[in-house]
Every structure is written in C-alpha cells, then in structure tokens.
RNA sequence: GGAGAGAUGGCAGAGUGGUCGAAUGCACCGGUCUUGAAAACCGGCAUGGGUUUAUAGCCCAUCUAGGGUUCAAAUCCCUAUCUCUCCGCCA
C-alpha cells in the first residue's frame, strides 16, 4: 500500500508514476472520495466531541447529586446525527481503502520505462552455455528416459501441470533444496524456517496477493467472501514476511533475515498454453525463499546482495545465467524494483527464470504494519521488505538435467551438490 | 470432538458503567551522583488517524475482532477468532 498521505498531496505524480507500470490511477475519482472524507471526518469527529463533553457533564452532574433529565433530553438528537455520520464515513474509508489496497507499488526512479519483458534490461551474465556435439533432449526426454520423471502417474493421481519425480531425481530434487538452505543458513546469515504452507487472508493481505489476486490461489473450504478460508501458499515470501505482520522490531535486530524451503502452489489460472510441457510450470513447486526486513536506508544494499546470493547457487551449480533488471511494465504488483535471474535452457536455446528478487520498500510493510523502532527517534517506523528466490528448485532441477546432459543420457552432477547425492558424480 | 478458563500498552500485570488512554513493575530514553560503570534517586515514555509549515498545539479512535445495550463501555450482553487446562482421539 502507497503512503496515504503521499497519494493524496501528490496524486498527479504518483499516477504519472504508475502510468509508467501501465496501471491508470483513477484521479477524479479519488480526488471526490478524499475531498468528502475530508470535510466529513473534520464534521464527525467534531460531533463526537460534543457527544463526549456532554456525557462527560452528565456524569459530573450525576456525581453532585444534580437533576440530569434535562441534558439527557439534549444529547439525544446529537446522538443520531453522530450515528448516520459514522455510517457514511466508514463507507468513504472502505471505498478509499479498496482502492489503496488494489493500487501497485511506485517504481524506483533507476526501473527503466518499459511495457512488457521485451524491454528488460539486461544487467550482466554468468557463464557460458555448453555446446553440444550430439542431439539434446529436453529434461523430460532426459527425465523420463531414466525412469525419474513421470507424469503419466501425476495426471492419473491428480491431473495436469504436477509431477511425479523417483530415484535419483527425486533424490537430486531434495538434495538441491538441503544445498540450497545449508548455503543461506551457514554462508549467507539467514535464519531458517519451517512455516505454515496454509495461511489466513491477513497475511495474503499482508504481502499483497489479497484482495487482486486470489484466484490466482488455491483456497480451502470455506472460502467465502470474508475470506476466512485457509490458502496454499503461492510462495513462502507469505509467511516469512508476515512473521514481522502486527511486530516492532529492535533496531539491534535488523536486518532480519530468513529462508525456508517450502511447496508453493499456484492456481495459474489464465495461463494455460503457455509451458504446458515439463516442469517448468507447475500447480505445485519447491522453492527456498529468502526474505530480508531491513532499515530503509539499507534496502537498496539488501536487493543487491540478496541478489547476489542467489546468483551465488547458480555459480555453485555452475550453470549459465543472465541478471535482468525488470522494466516498469513487467514488476509484479508489490516491487519498487526487481531483478530476474534467467539461467540457460539447452533444449529451449533461451535463458528462463528461475529466480526473481524484489525489494518492496515500505509497501507490504505498510500493510502489515512490520517496523522497528527507530534508536534515536524511540519511534516505530516502517520495515523495508525484500524477498527472492533463492532458487525455484524444480527449475533448478531442469537445468541441470538439461545442462549437465552426456550423450550416453546420463548427467552429471555438479561438483557441490555431491555431497548431498552420497557422493554421486552422474546419474543415469 | 467434549468440558472449563482466559485475551488490557514493547513485556508482565491491576482495573466490573462516568474525572480511565488506563495503576504498578520491568524494559527503554534523558538527568543527578560516580574517575568510569553499576546501584540508588529524579523525570520522560502507547499506537493509528484528522487538522496543521510543524515529530508544536487541539481533536478523534483504539483495552483480541465484529455487533448490541447506554447520555456514557476496558468494564454489561451476543457472535467470531485465538490461547491455556483437563478428557477423548491421533502421527
């Protein structure tokens, strides 16, 4: 959510701004909503004023021994008045807050101008795409022909766009999210975490994916219009963001750093024709999630550092990335800024994400009420929030396949990842 | 699933209809004392919102949440959520 008071002193910026991310702030509208809340809050704050200097009188004069009947016979009206005036603000602050919630984040000044991902910006790149002296094959021509993936079994248990993985791929599929987590944990400071993979509306409100997007979600029964019904969550930024939700944190204890690997689940719904084959996208995913709450001075050093730790799993694995630096049009709701790591796909002759890192500045902060209090104000201020994955492991697991794959249809396993494989060099 | 108890400020914990945004303690901030620190003592210290140049002042709201009773609710009533205890069940 953007500062209230931000949007309201300077509404024409703040939708040129948004203009800029292809979303049309509805000026005239807002400017009617806020110029009524205006005059009408001042009005029923002022009634309520009265109503409490009177019943505050009544009480005195009850406590002299004095006849109260006839300022009882005053305050009545002043209490109907009140009532409908309170009915009607508290309609204008819902109107008003429905579209505060539904309004995205303000891109930073250095997002390049942009309307989709064509206009991304390529930052920098990480290794070089292996060439091939044989016919590749994709990772589930890679997968199937070693008996680790099957989907035919998948669409039989549940249906399209979830898998079944055995073997020494599901072996490779755990070993990959242990490496991942040992590597946060132990080299990148991050405390780890075992969370709920169901969560409550507050937290998807919290973090941005309630109330625009819940259909991209999968909810439990009953989700009604309240939404008291639990979700799956789409990605575990849920609930490690929302550990902060309602908090004020000591200064002392910032930055504060989690990580925890978790299945996310996404309804994906109006996607459907786009990478309908493999495991590329999925209902159903694992991901190890990094996730920083930081002073706001600090976040723009945090973006490139929780960057950097994820691009550090790809350069472990030893697999081929770009670092992209998303446009204005291609952020999602929540971030201020964002980049994409894209590692290489053989079989695909393209570079595809596999990890997105996002600095929200204060806007999910805002919403969940996350801060810290400030030393040297003794004030609570806002958190800057900042999350990423570091990586989406299936994902991770195609590139390998795809990447790492011998002629023979073996793979190698890439040198840091034997140590969680019993000491595995290829599998086959 | 059954029975009972509870939810108050950063934390602990008083408060059962009016002068209560709320005693007290801890924590925290400032000061006195001290070579320095500790202790002791003195003072300060909730959050959100409105108005405003203003983190000044004034005003409104907030004692889990949502309804209700009342001139007036932390306090009375209803509902929900959560927590704890006991029983049952269970990995």
Redesign the pocket.
């Known amino acids: 959510m953007l500062d ?2 931000y949007l ?1 002193s300077e509404l024409e910026e703040t939708a040129q701004r948004l203009a800029q991310r292809g979303y049309e702030l509805d000026i005239a509208t807002l400017a009617t909503l806020e110029e009524r809340r ?1 005059t009408l ?2 009005s ?3 009634l ?2 009265q ?6 009188s ?3 004069a ?2 002299r021994g004095e006849d ?1 009947a006839p300022l ?1 016979a005053q ?2 009206e002043l ?1 109907d008045q009140l009532e409908s005036a309170k009915v009607e603000l ?1 309609q204008l602050l819902t109107d008003i807050d429905n579209i505060a919630m539904s309004t995205p984040n303000l891109p930073d000044s250095d997002v390049p101008v942009g309307k989709d991902e064509d206009d991304n910006v390529e930052i920098s790149r990480w290794g070089t795409p292996r060439t091939f002296d044989f016919e590749i094959k994709d990772h589930c021509e890679v997968g199937e022909a070693m008996g680790g993936i099957d989907f035919a079994a998948s669409v039989k248990l549940t249906g399209s766009r979830f898998v079944v993985l055995k073997s020494k791929i599901a072996r490779m599929h755990r070993a990959l999210a242990q490496f991942m987590l040992d590597l946060h944990t132990e080299q990148h400071g991050y405390i780890e975490a075992y969370v709920p993979y169901l969560v409550n509306s507050e937290s998807l409100r919290g973090t941005g994916q309630l109330p625009k997007f819940g259909e991209d979600l999968f909810h439990t029964n009953p989700a009604n219009e309240e939404g ?1 019904g639990l979700s799956l969550i789409p990605t575990a930024e849920v609930p490690l963001t929302n550990l902060m939700r309602d908090e ?1 944190a000591d200064e002392a204890q910032l930055p504060l750093k989690f990580t925890a690997h978790t299945p996310c689940f996404r309804s994906e719904a109006g996607s459907y024709g786009r990478d309908i084959k493999g495991l590329i996208r999925q209902h159903q995913f694992d991901k190890v999630e990094m996730v920083q709450l930081v002073k706001p001075q600090d976040s723009d050093n945090a973006l490139e550092e929780l960057t950097g730790h994820a691009e550090k799993v790809l350069q472990l694995l030893e697999l081929p990335y770009r670092k992209m630096l998303l446009c204005t049009g291609d952020m999602g709701f929540t971030a201020a800024k964002t980049y994409d790591l894209e590692v290489w796909l053989p079989s695909q002759d393209c570079y595809r994400e596999i990890s997105s890192c996002s600095n929200t500045r204060d806007f999910q902060a805002r919403r969940m ?1 996350a ?1 810290f ?1 400030n ?1 040297e ?4 201020e806002l958190l800057h929030t900042l999350n990423g994955s570091g990586l989406a492991v299936g994902r991770t697991l195609v590139a390998i396949l795809e990447n790492n794959q011998q002629s023979d249809g073996s793979v190698t396993v890439p040198a840091a990842l034997r140590q969680y494989m019993g000491g595995l060099a290829v599998i086959s």
Do not use: D, Y
């Open positions: 209230p008071k309201r205006k809050q001042s029923t704050q002022e309520q004023a109503r409490n200097a009177r019943s505050k009544i009480g005195q009850k406590g109260i009882l305050v009545g209490g508290a008291t004020i009420q801060r209090r030393k104000t003794n004030k609570p």
